[in-house]
């Protein structure tokens, strides 16, 4: 049985767009979701980076998180995350500067290494990535040099700076879904995040290499992590069944290749999955926690002490919005 302890909850937000529905909606219920959010006492607002899709509203995190940090007032709001590689480093420093600026210390820059969709599109988002590790570490000690002014003699960052000049600075997140960033994140002393919804194996054990080998910066004293995953909170079984079996699919359908496909449950409820679909099926749900409140509360707090973390970053992707909201107001219910 998992530790009864306190949890701080925050909210990813992919920006999915509903069957039926449309970006501009998608949009619109983000908008929505970070004011129940802000109101619900959630602890940040993460939006993501995905490109050449057309079931995902999302982006560019710099202009969506200005507009949500304008409709909320307590929330962290940030991005989780922009893929690093697809970006002049000095743009992502001035973009998060500015919102800092507008914002000061609501604003959480996470960065990824992964491209946010298919290699042709990240090579027309930045045609000179080399998609080498080595450029995505530069990018790293440079953007830390930019946010934070401290240039080293004799470098460009002496030269140039990221404007405007501030007196704070974002919150600077390292995001993974394997161990070898959260190494990174260690050395350059950044807050590490893991994406347990996308690779739900090694993670207790990459975080433990992080704070082992974490090294202070100026930036953050003690090593700070958090683990995302995604979760579907009903008020009855069925329901909650309901979400899970659309979700199945969902990733079923990601896994062959068909990233635009939005299913329905009454278009999948009945659908047999072969011997080898199902064994995916079983993996996936590995990526995700369903069930009635107490069941997820009791899962939630197995998590965060497998991870020993005391926030967890929650996903949910829902068939209807309303479902969406209850799901996030359900866990609002069980810990905030």
């Given at each position: 049985m998992a530790r009864q302890k306190k949890?701080?909850?925050?909210?990813?937000?992919?920006?999915?767009?509903?069957?039926?529905?449309?970006?501009?909606?998608?949009?619109?219920?983000?908008?929505?979701?970070?004011q129940l959010a802000d109101r619900l006492?959630?602890?940040?607002?993460?939006?993501?980076?995905?490109?050449?899709?057309?079931?995902?509203?999302?982006?560019?995190?710099?202009?969506?998180?200005?507009?949500?940090?304008?409709?909320?007032?307590?929330?962290r709001v940030g991005s989780g995350g922009v893929m690093l590689p697809n970006h002049s480093t000095l743009k992502v420093a001035e973009n998060f500067r500015l919102l800092e600026a507008l914002y000061p210390e609501r604003i959480d820059l996470g960065i990824g290494r992964a491209p946010g969709g298919d290699r042709i599109t990240a090579h027309l988002l930045n045609p000179s990535n080399s998609f080498n590790p080595r450029e995505f570490v530069q990018q790293v000690a440079d953007l830390q040099a930019y946010l934070s002014e401290n240039a080293n003699t004799g470098?460009?960052?002496?030269?140039?700076?990221?404007?405007?000049?501030?007196?704070?600075m974002p919150g600077l997140w390292m995001l993974t879904s394997s161990g070898e960033s959260g190494l990174l994140a260690a050395h350059y002393g950044i807050a590490l995040s893991f994406?347990?919804?996308?690779?739900?194996?090694?993670?207790?054990?990459a975080l433990q290499n992080y704070r082992e080998q974490?090294?202070?910066?100026?930036?953050?004293?003690?090593?700070?992590?958090?683990?995302?995953?995604?979760v579907f909170c009903a008020d009855t079984a069925e329901k909650a069944q309901q979400l899970q079996s659309v979700m199945d699919h969902r990733l079923l359908n990601l896994e062959k290749g068909r990233v635009d496909v939005v299913p329905s449950y009454d278009e999948i409820k009945d659908y047999e999955y072969s011997p080898a679909e199902w064994e995916r099926v079983l993996h996936n749900r590995g990526r995700m926690i369903t069930g009635t409140p107490p069941q997820v509360k009791e899962q939630l707090l197995q998590l965060a002490d497998d991870y020993e973390v005391?926030?967890?970053?929650?996903?949910?992707?829902?068939?209807?919005?309303?479902d969406r909201l209850?799901?996030?107001?359900?866990?609002?219910?069980?810990?905030?």
């Open positions: 949890l701080k909850l925050s909210v990813l937000d992919q920006s999915p767009i509903r069957k039926g529905s449309n970006a501009v909606e998608a949009l619109q219920e983000s908008v929505q979701l970070v006492g959630f602890t940040r607002y993460w939006v993501s980076e995905h490109h050449n899709t057309a079931t995902l509203a999302g982006s560019a995190p710099e202009i969506l998180i200005a507009r949500l940090a304008a409709a909320s007032e307590r929330i470098s460009i960052h002496e030269k140039v700076k990221a404007i405007p000049h501030i007196d704070t994406a347990h919804f996308i690779y739900p194996v090694g993670g207790p054990q974490f090294r202070p910066s100026p930036w953050l004293q003690e090593p700070q992590a958090s683990v995302g995953i995604f005391d926030e967890i970053v929650i996903a949910t992707i829902t068939d209807h919005f309303e209850r799901s996030y107001e359900l866990l609002a219910e069980l810990f905030l």
